[in-house]
C-alpha cells in the first residue's frame, strides 16, 4: 500500500514540473509570451474597451422588432369583472322579479307592508349596488396604474403610443470617448494624426518581434518603457539560459484599431487592438528541432496594445501589453 502511495506521489510530483514545464514554453511564445503586462495608467486594472467597428458576440445588440398596427382599440376590461356583473345582474334581477310577483299579489305578503318593496330590500339592492360600484371602480384605478401599450387619447386622434420602458443602461464605452481623448492629444499636439499612428503602431510591433526574435533589446530600447524594457529583458534571457530561440515568421498585421485615448498627469496614453497572423515556433539551439509551435500552422491573435508619452508632440513607447 505505501509503494503505491509512493508511486502516485511520484506521478503527481512528474505531471506538476512537466506542467511548469509546458507554461514555461508557452510564456516564451512570441514577444511578451501572449500575457498581459505593463502599465496603461489609472486604467491598468480594467479591460481594454472593446472596438465598435467588429463588435464581439458578447456585444451584439438584439434585433429591434418592427412596428406592428396597433389592433383595434378596447378599453381595458377588469380581471373578473364579465363574472361579477353576471353573479351581480342575476342576483339583482331575481330580487327585482321577486319584489314584482310580490307586489302583484303573488308573494303572500312581503316586506314590511305585506306588498310591493319593502324597506328591507330596498337597503338590499342599495348595498349591493354599493359593493359592485366599489368592485368595478377598484380594478378600474389597477389597470390604470398598470403599464398600458396603448394611450386613450392619442389613438382617439388617429395614433398609437407604446409605453415607453428604461432602457438598460449599457457598460459599454462612448464610442465619442475615443474622439475626444483624439481631441484632447490635439491640443497639445496640432500635428497628430490617427492614421499615421496607427502605421506608427505597425512599425513599432515588428520592431520588437524582430527584437524578441533576435533576443536582443538594444534596437528598440527607446520604443518600450523602463518596465516593459526589463520584463522584455528577464523573458529573453530565460530564452537565452535554456537555449532556445523563438522563431517568429510570416507576420502579418492585418488591422490596427485605437479603442482608448486618454490624459493623465502629464501623459498622453492610447491603447489600440493589433490584429495579426505568424508562424510561432521555438527551436533548440544545439539540435535545431522545434521544441515548441509548428512552422506550418499560423497562429492567429488580438492584443492590446498600450503606448504612452509626455503630453505634446513626443516620440510614443510601448507601455503594457494587454489579451483581447
Known amino acids: ?121 330596498i337597503l338590499l339592492l342599495a348595498g349591493i349596488g354599493y359593493f359592485i360600484f366599489r368592485m368595478v371602480k377598484r380594478r378600474r384605478e389597477a389597470v390604470e396604474a398598470g403599464p398600458s401599450y396603448y394611450n386613450q387619447t392619442s389613438y382617439g386622434q388617429g395614433g398609437y403610443q407604446q409605453a415607453t420602458q428604461a432602457a438598460p443602461q449599457s457598460h459599454e464605452p462612448d464610442p465619442n470617448d475615443v474622439a475626444a481623448g483624439l481631441a484632447h492629444i490635439r491640443q497639445m499636439d496640432s500635428s497628430f494624426d490617427e492614421n499615421r499612428f496607427n502605421d506608427n503602431v505597425m512599425d513599432i510591433f515588428f520592431k520588437i518581434q524582430g527584437a524578441w526574435m533576435n533576443r536582443d533589446l538594444a534596437p528598440v530600447t527607446n520604443l518600450l518603457t523602463d518596465e516593459m524594457r526589463r520584463i522584455f529583458q528577464e523573458d529573453v534571457d530565460k530564452l537565452l539560459a535554456s537555449k532556445k530561440v523563438n522563431r517568429l515568421e510570416n507576420i502579418a498585421v492585418r488591422s490596427v484599431e485605437v479603442v482608448e485615448a486618454w490624459q493623465e498627469s502629464g501623459q498622453d496614453f492610447i491603447t489600440a487592438l493589433i490584429y495579426a497572423n505568424l508562424l510561432d515556433y521555438t527551436t533548440d539551439d544545439t539540435t535545431g528541432q522545434v521544441v515548441a509551435g509548428s512552422k506550418t500552422d499560423p497562429v492567429k491573435f488580438e492584443e492590446y496594445w498600450t503606448f504612452t508619452r509626455p503630453v505634446g508632440n513626443n516620440p510614443w513607447k510601448l507601455s503594457g501589453i494587454d489579451q483581447k
Open 1 to 121: 500500500m505505501k509503494r503505491k502511495t509512493g508511486q502516485l506521489f511520484a506521478m503527481a510530483i512528474a505531471v506538476l514540473f512537466l506542467s511548469l514545464s509546458v507554461l514555461e514554453m508557452e510564456a516564451s511564445a512570441r514577444a511578451g509570451g501572449g500575457r498581459s503586462f505593463g502599465s496603461r495608467g489609472s486604467r491598468s486594472y480594467s479591460r481594454p474597451a472593446t472596438p465598435y467597428s467588429q463588435p464581439s458576440p458578447s456585444r451584439q445588440v438584439a434585433p429591434q422588432q418592427q412596428p406592428t398596427t396597433p389592433p383595434p382599440f378596447q378599453q381595458p376590461q377588469p380581471a373578473g369583472g364579465g363574472f361579477l356583473r353576471s353573479m351581480a345582474g342575476g342576483l339583482v334581477g331575481g330580487m327585482l322579479g321577486g319584489m314584482l310577483f310580490r307586489s302583484l299579489g303573488f308573494g303572500g305578503g312581503a316586506g314590511m307592508g305585506g306588498s310591493g318593496i319593502g324597506l328591507f330590500e
